[in-house]
């Protein structure tokens, strides 16, 4: 196996090119994160988990960084009460409040938050998400810096769909839009598309089915172009959901066998 650059494997994890594969080897934990981010948004869920213990970080914020996003694959498959014991060890890591010293920190501490708000929301606490988004965006409050948008974003995901469990459509349109706003910063093509799916799902708890089709299409067809493919069944299961049939489109059942054997059901 290749050695990367560090600006290859960042350009596959939050860059242009998502999809590439095979991909470099990682030479430290951080470029091993980087990687593992890669393999996951392909569905490589299995080889992202073994990629990420690979390189034991030293530093809390890698660290933290590292036991979030295992919490976010946990969630993707469902395992919320596991992903919380992630998302605990990357707060225990950093803190709950602390000087944003650097990015890291930053982005450390507001992902270990936003985490938690997601395992709350998708176990019905919902005052409780809204209290950790809020400790979250306190977190990133006067910070600017190269990767700055990427918490925030993610933090505009979970906003938006905690108004889609309330049943709020306008208000998760609201969040959606403005995490679409926060994806024009954005030179991640994974982060642009999660945007618009989150924007299409959106649109179908306001009610806008057609909208929602229309636009879970668009995601569906810009995932499979740029290799990402749980957001293409995501997207998928979208359109079929929202009344959609199209002999052209791959069944998300298909699909969902196709992260299958790739590992994507096991996620450790």
């Known amino acids: 196996m290749f050695t990367a650059t560090q600006s290859e494997l960042f ?3 939050f860059g242009s090119n998502p999809g590439r594969f095979p991909l470099p080897a990682a030479t430290d934990s951080r470029e091993s994160w980087f990687r593992s ?9 299995s080889a992202a988990e073994i990629e990420l213990r690979r390189h034991r970080p030293r530093g809390p914020e890698l660290r933290s960084l590292h036991a979030s996003t295992r919490a976010s ?13 992630f998302d605990g060890m990357a707060v225990i890591l950093v803190g709950l409040v ?16 936003t985490g938690l708000a997601a395992d709350a929301l998708g176990s019905g606490r919902f005052h409780l998400a809204d209290t950790l988004l809020a400790r979250s965006a306190g977190q990133r409050h006067g910070h600017v ?3 700055s948008w990427r918490p925030a974003l993610r933090a505009a995901w979970v906003a938006a769909e905690l108004a889609m469990m ?17 994806a024009e910063d954005a030179d991640s093509l994974r982060h642009i598309v999660k945007t618009d799916l989150v924007v299409a799902a959106a649109l179908s708890c306001a009610g806008e089915t057609s909208r929602a089709r229309e636009s879970a299409v668009q995601v569906a067809c810009a995932a499979e172009m740029a290799g990402l493919l749980p957001l293409r069944w ?3 299961m979208l359109f079929e959901g929202t009344g959609g049939v199209d002999a052209g489109m791959i069944a998300s059942g298909d699909l969902a066998a196709a992260i299958d054997r790739l590992g994507g059901s096991t996620v450790g």
């Open 73 to 85: 694959w946990l969630r993707q498959v469902g395992e919320h009460e596991r992903a919380r014991r």
């Open 234 to 236: 995501a997207a998928t």
């Open 98 to 113: 602390g000087p944003s010293e650097s990015e890291d920190s930053v982005q450390a501490r507001s992902d270990a938050l």
């Open 11 to 13: 350009d596959a994890a």
């Open 145 to 147: 810096g190269r990767g």
């Open 166 to 182: 309330r049943g709020d459509g306008p208000e998760a349109v609201r969040h959606a839009e403005a995490a679409r706003a926060l």
């Open 37 to 45: 981010v890669a393999l996951a948004g392909q569905g490589r869920y």
